[in-house]
T-cell receptor, first 114, second 112 residues
């Protein structure tokens, strides 16, 4: 049962344009969502997070949108840069319990072309 | 601020052997998490340690175990290694459930 889904295995965009990465979840108990970026041979790097009490969070070029009714979140990168090329993972958790953990999607490979 | 450090970076073992992986969290972080990233399966939660206690465990057999030391560093032990244990093992740490987890670069374990 895949509770966090990233349906696009890959995405290719031009430098300077917007990259939009999508993520869907099924567990209504999730209340904290995160995006990580991963380069080959490195661990995931935290990018941005959002709590379920918000619908938007911005940090520089990165914005995460949360639509709780649709159980959908997205990461917008504007403008996209070649150095953004990496695998992006969406993750979700239900905080406050003894069974706390991060549940990850399978990732989307973003390629930003110069 | 030093990040999460893991050792060794690479390891080659044979079926049936045992292995110990090590993790040092970011200073001040009391929670340590272990994840497995096998080919094509994404990151799968293994274990969560906080204040020296195991708090949660993922859907893995008992031959996967670990511990957390008083200085909050952690070990992951895998007994009776099987071919499907070949994976990248990632350790993460955080202050609390309300803060993001930060990851190390992992240990690449290959089983021959």
């Amino acid at each position: 049962d895949q509770q966090v889904k990233q349906n696009s295995p890959s995405l290719s965009v031009q430098e300077g344009r917007i990259s939009i990465l999508n993520c869907d979840y099924t567990n209504s108990m999730f209340d904290y969502f995160l995006w990580y970026k991963k380069y080959p041979a490195e661990g995931p790097t935290f990018l941005i997070s959002i709590s379920s009490i918000k619908d938007k969070n911005e940090d520089g070029r990165f914005t995460v949108f949360l639509n709780k009714s649709a159980k959908h979140l997205s990461l917008h990168i504007v403008p996209s840069q070649p150095g953004d090329s990496a695998v992006y993972f969406c993750a979700a958790s239900a905080r406050g319990g003894s069974n706390y953990k991060l549940t990850f999607g399978k990732g989307t490979l973003l390629t930003v072309n110069p | 601020e030093a990040g999460v450090t893991q050792s060794p970076t690479h390891l080659i073992k044979t079926r049936g052997q045992q292995v110990t992986l090590r993790c040092s969290p970011i200073s001040g972080h009391t929670s340590v998490y272990w994840y497995q990233q096998a080919l094509g399966l994404g990151l799968q939660f293994l274990l969560w340690y906080d204040e020296g206690e195991e708090r949660n465990r993922g859907n893995f057999p008992p031959r996967f175990s670990g511990r957390q030391f008083p200085n909050y560093s952690s070990e992951l032990n895998v007994n009776a290694l099987e071919l499907e244990d070949s994976a990248l093992y990632l350790c993460a740490s955080s202050y609390s459930q309300d803060q993001p987890q930060h990851f190390g670069d992992g240990t690449r374990l290959s089983i021959l």
